[in-house]
Each structure stands twice: as structure tokens, then as C-alpha cells.
């Protein structure tokens, strides 16, 4: 059973920076796309990065681009998520996931994705 881990979330404030890791166990890391989603309370889940499983190819929401940076080690089994100039409205629960077959990047749905981790939380001050 896939097992994910999200850490490295926390307080900042406004134009701040934080990166976010995420490690994985108990699956072939290195042959899936993997994808960052947040939600903040009272809204869905939504998309915000993903990569290929080669690391050739990054997707981003409109509001990432720009601002944050998606990167992978597949020696390390490790998803990491680089935030820049954090602003308030992307305080959310952010969270890790793997597609459920291949080419699932692009679209950043979060039902093409699962096994879930627990989340860390980001939140950024005004």
C-alpha cells in the first residue's frame, strides 16, 4: 500500500518563502506523476503543481506560475514543492498525491489522483 508524507509547511508572512517535501514508500516512486493540491476551508480541492514521473515535465495552476516550483528525487523517493512570494490566499492544507495512470499532470484533477497524505498546513500572514 502506497504510503505519502507531507512536511514543511507553516507560518510565514506575506512574501515569504517555504518548501514543502513530500516522501514516499511501499510503491515505485520514480514510475508515476506526482501532484500537489491544497484546500482552505469552505473550498474544494484544488490543483496547484505536478510533475512527470522523469521530472521532464511541470504543470502549474495560473496562480502558482511564476511564484512556486515543483522538483523530484527519485534516489530519495522525495516530492518537494518550492514557494515563493507567499501571499495570504494561499493559506491552505496542502497535500500530496500520485495519478492514477498516466498522462494525469496536465489536468491537476483531483480525482486522477490518490493515496493521500495527511496534509501540512500553510498559512501566511498579512
Known amino acids: 500500500q502506497a504510503q505519502l508524507m507531507e512536511s514543511g509547511g507553516g507560518l510565514v508572512q506575506a512574501g515569504g518563502s517555504l518548501r514543502l517535501s513530500c516522501t514516499a514508500s511501499?510503491?515505485?516512486?520514480?514510475?508515476?506523476?506526482m501532484g500537489w493540491f491544497r484546500q482552505a476551508p469552505g473550498k474544494e480541492r484544488e490543483g496547484v503543481s505536478c510533475?512527470?514521473?522523469?521530472?521532464?515535465?511541470?504543470y502549474y495552476t495560473n496562480s502558482a506560475k511564476g511564484r512556486f516550483t515543483i522538483s523530484r528525487d527519485n534516489g530519495k523517493n522525495t516530492l518537494y514543492l518550492q514557494m515563493n512570494g507567499l501571499k495570504p490566499e494561499d493559506t491552505a492544507m496542502y497535500y500530496c498525491?500520485?495519478?492514477?495512470?498516466?498522462?494525469?499532470?496536465?489536468?491537476?484533477?483531483?480525482?486522477?489522483?490518490?493515496?493521500w497524505g495527511q496534509g501540512t498546513q500553510v498559512t501566511v500572514s498579512s
Open positions: 498525491a500520485r495519478g492514477r495512470g498516466p498522462g494525469k499532470c496536465p489536468g491537476l484533477r483531483t480525482d486522477e489522483f490518490g493515496d
Open positions: 510533475i512527470t514521473w522523469n521530472g521532464v515535465s511541470a
Open positions: 511501499e510503491f515505485p516512486f520514480h514510475a508515476y506523476d
